[in-house]
């Protein structure tokens, strides 16, 4: 299953996160590189991974604070997720990994900056996730029994950073509230280099939460695989950059091989990357972190649905 979510349009507060394309050649046959083609994009605001759990935030209750795909109920009785923003309960139902159950909608969002729910402190999820259905150790070198860690949920502002001290001068000190959440925006232009080898991702981002780390991971086509998933890994090692006083920030990586054909035995495409503020100011090598899904990640900003369809790179 790739990432569920092609919807276009916006949504109050967000970006559509659909690709303004700009290509110097047409899509190459099946098969063959599109050296030096080039595409832009800007990226959608988010708080949501995978749909499970709903969300990567939750509010000072114990709720989901969910921007993304949100699972309605259909006339059928079934699911199908369309994207917005809600508070979502953590005892939804959460069915077996790969299918759709409909969230429990505490209350609808209001994703304007100054809205009404401008003031809400964001904060972790606990330990173990809840409304998990992802069988992923996401550092098994680093943290192979991460599901049996317990943990409760913290403010952004306040979590337990190891080994620090008040003397060392932290800078995250304040709430981290849902408007100044929804003010952030970025954007991507992503090229395949002129021998066809490699794709670079340039990224551009404005009003993410100040003097914070960030991390960039891809997301790629079987990682959300019902049959056998694949790690998500980090879009470059180090993925890292760092937000000045303002929320700005660059990143850039040269990646090898990320849009091979889908055709090929093992292709394992790059359909999306995710820009995730990281709750604990780590990274984690070649993981995206120990806990993943709002335990010490919290997506930011993402492209809404699979993308680069018309990039090819060969080995």
């Known amino acids: 299953m790739s990432e569920i979510g092609t919807t276009s349009g916006t949504t109050a507060g967000t970006t559509t996160g659909t690709a303004t394309r700009t290509a110097t050649r047409p899509p190459a046959p099946a098969g063959l590189a ?16 995978p749909l499970y759990p709903p969300s990567e935030v939750m509010d000072g209750d114990g709720n989901f604070v969910v921007v993304g795909m949100v699972n309605r109920p259909t006339a059928a009785g079934g699911a199908a997720p369309e994207w917005g923003a809600a508070v979502v309960s953590p005892a939804s139902p959460v069915p077996e990994f790969g299918r759709l159950a409909p969230y429990t909608v505490v209350r609808e969002l209001d994703t304007d900056p100054g809205g009404a729910d401008r003031d809400l402190v964001l904060h972790t999820l606990p330990l173990p996730l809840p409304c998990n259905n992802y069988p992923m150790v996401f550092a098994p070198e680093q943290l192979p029994d991460a599901a049996r860690v317990e943990r409760p949920s913290h403010a952004f502002h306040q979590v337990p950073i190891p080994d620090l001290r008040a003397e060392d001068g932290p800078k995250v000190v304040a709430p981290v509230t849902f408007g100044r959440w929804m003010e952030a925006s970025g954007s ?40 056998g998933p694949t790690r998500p890994g980090p879009l470059g090692v180090p993925n890292v950059f760092v937000t000045d006083a303002e929320g700005s920030g660059r ?25 995730l503020w990281m709750s604990y100011q780590r990274s984690y090598g070649g993981a995206i972190g120990e806990f993943g899904l709002g335990g010490d990640i919290h997506a930011h900003l993402k492209l809404r649905g699979p993308s680069f369809q018309d990039l090819r790179t060969t080995a």
């Open 34 to 49: 599109t050296p030096n083609r080039r595409e832009t994009y800007e990226l959608a605001l988010t708080t949501q991974g």
């Open 188 to 227: 991507l232009e992503v090229a395949v280099t002129p021998d066809g080898r490699s794709g670079t991702f340039d990224f551009d981002f404005s009003r993410l939460v100040p003097n914070s780390v960030y991390t960039v991971m891809s997301l790629r086509a079987r990682d959300l695989d019902p049959a």
């Open 251 to 275: 990143y850039h990586a040269t990646m090898p091989d990320p849009f091979p054909d889908p055709g090929l035995p093992g292709a394992n495409r790059i359909i999306n990357v995710v820009v």
